[in-house]
């Protein structure tokens, strides 16, 4: 029998599969309908101490490769996403979730995490270094300093099972600061990748989204070599027990197999969830298993990282 279960630390996931933030996630509705589907898991929408409204509209707009998005961080705020957490423990205890946080401040997200750590929830964390949409608000995680005083701070008080949701990195060198510093620290995974930041689409002679003058996040097609290059980039630079979230240009099951050669452990969808409603998970799945079958793989991790070089 072909299984897709998976782990990350020591939760289970009876599927590799999940939503990626952003998509599907905003509301307890939303995140039900990935509950229900054929997904192992969820993540919320990253949470801000308090909910906002985010952006002007039209601010997510599909196109034909992928989709362009400034969302600009709209949430209904912490206490909304942790007490339907907390729900969930109770009444389903052998379920992990994931719950996705950032503040706009250092001092905010020092806030959201000891109210996380003093809360009863046991599941994972994901800290969002990475958000490239808030007018005059710069992505934390492409600032090394910031990033590791930062996490530095986080881990004085902070014992729950913590990640990070990075962007999309693009020099060697980058690829080796970066993993220096998480190495530094006991997370439990990272995220690669958010959205290519601040990309421009036009229709006609007009951008595609209201925000920013048409800059937006780049998400599906357009961005699964980046993405696939950070899976592996992080997997071969990180210590064995930070594990590796595989997120971008997730719309088959042979994309999910490539995230998974090159070290993920699980596999997000967002753009393509966008497109396609929850009904994606049962596709993927069975596309992904029918590879696995035919390689005689039975499980995730007889080719977890296992990609074939040239010399
Ligand atoms: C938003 C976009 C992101 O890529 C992210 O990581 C967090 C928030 C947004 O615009 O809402």
Redesign the pocket.
Known sequence: MVSTASHIGDFQFKNVFMNA??VYCMTREELETVRQSAAGTFVT??ATLESRA??PEP?YHDVPLGSI???????QGLDYYLDYLLELQDTAPEDTFFLSL?GLSPDETHTILKKVEASAYQGLIEL?L?????PGKPQIAYDFETTENLLTEVFTYFTKSLGV?LPPYFDIVHFDQAATIFNKFPLTFVNCV??I?NGLYIEDETVAIKPKQGFG?LGGQYIKPTALANVHAFYQRLKPEIQIIGTGGVLTGRDAFEHILCGASMVQIGTQLQKEGVGIFERVTAELKAIMAEKGYDSIEDFRGKLHYMD
């Not at 998005?69 to 949430?75: K, T």
């Not at 990475?130 to 808030?134: F, L, M, T």
């Open positions: 933030a952003g929408k990253t985010g952006n601010r998005n400034s969302m600009g961080l709209p949430n950032v969002n990475s958000c490239p949409n808030v949701k958010n959205s930041g996040g």
